[in-house]
């Protein structure tokens, strides 16, 4: 990735980020219960001045369940977000909670997510977090079986009690993407459009927080 944004917010000063993650996944439980269980952690670099992190580290897991043959999914999660070699002090490491329902409609794809923290990144108290998205697959741009298109649109809230820990004016804003996904041979290219409702003033004088295009290549193993 040309840069790690987290709703929104340059995590690496609009820099280069490597990002990695490794997942375990259960069968279901029964055939009568169509649910999995699942454990994870996923891996970026980041870049936060003077606090002497220089990677997010995230331990994952929960439960996921899927119905009318895959189409109707629902994932209950818990995540624990870790920035190794900063201070405890700064209170950089949280825990959120998640709730994730989606239905694929065939010709376009549309998920739901609530996530909260009882205490979010840097002290700053509860925190809501609401998104969604729609992906639409792009059948008509075809070269061959081996590539495929898809075109997708999010949109995020993000509320934090104590906002001024978080570093934002106000106690929510909103963030958005709009993109493609181009699949080929096995690896994914996206190119996505995203940004905020925050100015260069809101977001502590940096340009974290403005539009940008990302783009990113990325392999399933």
């Known amino acids: 990735l040309n840069d790690y944004s987290y709703r929104g917010i340059s995590q690496t000063q609009r820099q280069v980020a490597v990002q990695a993650s490794a997942v375990y996944e259960t069968r279901t439980f029964s055939e009568q219960i169509p649910l999995t269980a699942y454990a994870g ?18 331990i994952n897991g929960g439960f996921r369940l899927k119905a009318l043959e895959d189409k109707l999914s629902f994932d209950l999660g818990y995540t624990r977000y870790t920035y190794p070699g900063t201070p405890e002090a700064l209170m950089y490491g949280f825990n959120e909670f998640s709730f994730v329902a989606g239905y694929d409609f065939g010709v376009a794809a549309v998920t739901g997510a609530v996530r909260y923290s009882p205490n979010f990144f840097a002290n700053s ?85 403005a539009s940008r295009v990302i783009v990113g290549l990325s392999k399933t193993f």
């Open 41 to 58: 952690a996923w891996g970026s670099s980041v870049n936060f001045p003077n606090t002497g992190a220089a990677a997010e580290i995230d």
């Open 125 to 209: 108290g509860e925190a809501w977090y609401k998104w969604g998205q729609i992906a639409v697959p792009l059948p008509f741009l075809k070269v061959n079986e081996n590539v495929s298109f898809k075109a997708f649109g999010t949109l995020g809230n993000q509320y934090v009690q104590t906002f001024t820990n978080y570093g934002i004016p106000s106690n929510n804003y909103w963030d958005w993407q709009a993109g493609l996904i181009v699949s080929f041979y096995g690896f994914d290219f996206t190119a996505a459009y995203t940004g905020t409702n925050l100015s260069v003033q809101d977001c502590l004088g940096t340009q974290n927080c």
